[in-house]
């Protein structure tokens, strides 16, 4: 790890004997101001972060050429001074630079200085360095997760991926559904094949026959040509039902027949075709709740739920809340050729805080953050999506709290996101209270997981 570099400028040999003691501490290196050249100028020159220096009254001018240069932010400064007034070294040090140390010289104090400097600097290069170049996690196909639930997801997925069950998969909204079809369908005999993923309740009630099975030119008023659906784009691969309990229930007779017997009909076709599919499907819903509300079929239930596949919510998998945020950093650095840290306090936050949007919500998180921070992700670069819009914020219904200067796209998706973690996911009831169709809360989702997965 880098030690802290420190410029010395100090003149009088009695001075220079009583910090004999300072300046043998371990752990910094000092470079000190040479007689050939004048000490701003060699401190201008050194790559240094902090500067210790005797100051006298003739070395103002050399004050005001670093008061005038870039370096008074940058540094952190020490001044030693006989007690003699000198408005330019005030100046400096009533902007915020340090320490101006008078007489008598409080050695302990300096000590004390130094050593805080030298940690903080040291904490500082441990959260730039704190794992964010290397992930530490486990990963099985596309997931990444080394939690007890998440091994045990892997090992559930290995044997029922070679089988050709269908699989239901329920787990809230960003809790990594499509990324566990997508492994399934990528760890079966089927991988040669296609991994065609539809969003169910994004499909428009008049098409979806049309857009599951295909139609023939002319089979209704629009259709000029033949058009391929969705189990012939699947054929010799994986078909992903995503949301599969909003598809409507009329939908949901024709897609159990296909399950049954493997046959479907194109639109206006007379030719019955086989499906060589593999169906899987997911929702956000408790398929009880929705069998009881009526919304969706039990017969379909236990069609699709050859093998239910339950993925817990992030909160729930607590180990792998700070991996993935490192794991999601690590990633973002490699790929930009950067070092941008995370400091403990920020892995705190994270670890502390409910991921209502769970694995969504945070990689969007320590992307913005990533964005913001300089060098190291401090907790206010962690912009939560309680912090957009507050926990309360339904209760309140108060647009106050959202900070001025946020782009309205993220204004959208913190209310989109919030709005879904609200209905645990369920995208008709958020669609309806942010007052937009369904069809443009998947579009909107949609786009999120394509700006997501370039991350
Ligand atoms: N275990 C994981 N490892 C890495 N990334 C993950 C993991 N789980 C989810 N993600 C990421 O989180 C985002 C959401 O995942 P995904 O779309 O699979 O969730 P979902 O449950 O299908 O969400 P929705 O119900 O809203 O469709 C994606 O960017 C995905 O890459």
């Not at 296609?194 to 139609?215: K, T, W, Y």
């Not at 709005?419 to 008709?428: I, S, V």
Request: aromatic share 6%; net charge negative; hydrophobic share 40%.
């Amino acid at each position: 790890m880098p030690i802290p570099k420190i410029f010395v400028h100090i003149q009088k040999d009695t001075l220079k004997k009583q910090l004999s003691s300072v300046l043998a501490r371990k752990g910094c290196h000092f470079i000190y101001a040479s007689e050939d050249e004048p000490w701003d100028q060699a401190l201008l020159n050194a790559d240094v972060h902090l500067a210790l220096i005797e100051m006298t009254g003739d070395m103002s001018a050399g004050l005001n050429r670093i008061i005038s240069s870039r370096l008074p932010g940058e540094l952190e400064w020490v001044f030693i001074s006989d007690g003699q007034p000198n408005v330019t070294l005030d100046k400096l040090i009533r902007s915020g630079a340090g320490f101006h140390l008078r007489p008598p010289l409080d050695l302990k104090l300096l000590q004390e200085v130094l050593d805080d400097f030298i940690a903080d600097y040291t904490a500082l290069q441990v959260a730039r360095s704190e794992q964010v170049t290397i992930s530490e996690l486990d990963q099985f196909g596309l997931l990444v997760g080394s939690s007890k639930v998440m091994r045990k997801l892997y090992r559930t997925m290995r044997k029922v991926a070679n089988s050709e069950a269908q699989v239901l998969i329920m787990g809230e909204s960003g809790a990594g559904k499509e990324l566990v079809a997508h492994t399934l369908h990528l760890s079966s005999n089927r991988n040669n094949g296609p991994f065609i993923a539809v969003n169910c309740g994004a499909l428009s009630p008049e098409l979806v026959d049309s857009e599951l099975f295909g139609h023939i030119k002319g089979a209704f008023t629009g259709a000029v040509k033949d058009h391929q659906g969705f189990f012939a784009q699947a054929e010799g691969g994986t078909l992903f039902l995503d949301e599969v309990t909003e598809m409507p229930l009329a939908h949901q007779v024709k897609l159990l027949r296909v399950l049954e017997n493997r046959e479907y009909r194109p639109v206006g076709s007379q030719h019955i075709q086989q499906a060589n599919v593999r169906v899987v499907a997911a929702t956000n819903r408790n398929p009880a709740e929705a069998i009881e509300q009526e919304i969706f079929r039990e017969d379909l239930y236990f069609r699709l739920a050859q093998f239910p596949l339950m993925i817990p919510p992030l909160r729930e998998r607590d180990d792998d809340i700070v991996g993935l945020a490192k794991h999601f950093l690590a990633y973002r650095n490699a790929q930009e050729l950067t070092e941008i840290g995370i400091s403990p306090e920020a892995l705190s936050k994270i670890a502390d805080y409910h991921w209502p949007g769970n694995v969504r919500e945070l990689k969007h998180c320590i992307e913005r953050a990533y964005i913001l921070a300089d060098d190291v992700i401090q907790p206010h670069h962690l912009q939560l999506q309680q912090d957009f819009l507050g926990d309360g914020y339904k209760q309140n219904a108060s647009l106050e709290n959202i900070p001025a200067g946020i782009p309205l796209e993220d204004l959208t998706r913190a209310a989109i996101e919030a709005t879904l973690a609200e209905n645990q996911g369920n995208r008709k009831t958020t669609a309806d209270q942010l007052g937009i169709s369904v069809k443009t809360l998947y579009n909107k989702l949609e786009k999120y997981q394509q700006d997501d997965e370039q991350i």
